[in-house]
């Protein structure tokens, strides 16, 4: 057994950091592959990880406050709590049309979701939504179509790099959240 101990600088870069990313993503999906899953059941372990973070922090705020948005500081501009949550969920759509070579949902193609989706109860039926169609089109990577090269919303990818892109993606946002969830004296709810 390989122990690996890393210790991580707070000044660590954007790239070191995705580097990283991609490093531990493609080791423990061979590591999985190892044991008799498919690379398909790989991804969609990420997504379910990534998918019961954001939910669960999505629960945790309160519906009055799905309408925060920082104002202490540099943040003109950003999205609010609510718009947060419905761009992950418009980009997990586009990221799982293309991997599915089919055609986005139109209220996803701005990354924004639909204008009708406003309280927190469609906000988050909005986001369990888009997992699931997230996890339609982790079932449907294979080791033949995992690196074929396929036109998708983000241009020419492979459906690797568009389940990456959807995983690193949707933690970027957790991180987001996390930070208003806190500005907002709540604690985030511990990973699994």
């Not at 423990?28 to 379910?48: C, K, L, P, V």
């Not at 999505?58 to 501009?77: C, I, L, Q, V, W």
Request: proline share 6%; net charge neutral.
């Amino acid at each position: 057994m390989l122990d690996l101990k890393l210790t991580l600088s707070c000044n660590m870069t954007l790239m070191n950091r995705t580097t990283l990313f991609w490093a531990v993503l493609l080791l423990t999906t061979a590591t999985g592959m190892s044991q008799g899953r498919s690379i398909g059941q790989e991804i969609d372990g990420w997504i379910t990880r990534t998918e019961d973070q954001l939910v669960r922090a999505a629960e945790e705020m309160p519906a009055d406050k799905y309408s925060f948005a920082p104002t202490n500081g540099e943040f003109r501009g950003v999205r609010n709590f609510a718009r947060q949550l419905k761009h992950v969920a418009a980009a997990n759509f586009l990221f799982a049309a293309g991997i599915l070579r089919e055609e986005p949902p139109a209220d996803a193609a701005d990354e924004r979701g639909p204008d009708s989706v406003r309280t927190k109860e469609e906000v988050i039926k909005y986001l369990k939504e888009s997992f699931a169609y997230l996890h339609k089109a982790a079932s449907a990577i294979r080791p033949e179509n995992v690196v074929e090269p396929i036109k998708s919303p983000f241009g020419d990818r492979t459906r690797l790099a568009l389940a990456i892109g959807a995983i690193s993606h949707s933690y970027n946002h957790y991180g987001q959240i996390v930070e208003y969830l806190r500005m907002n004296g709540i604690i985030p709810p511990p990973s699994p």
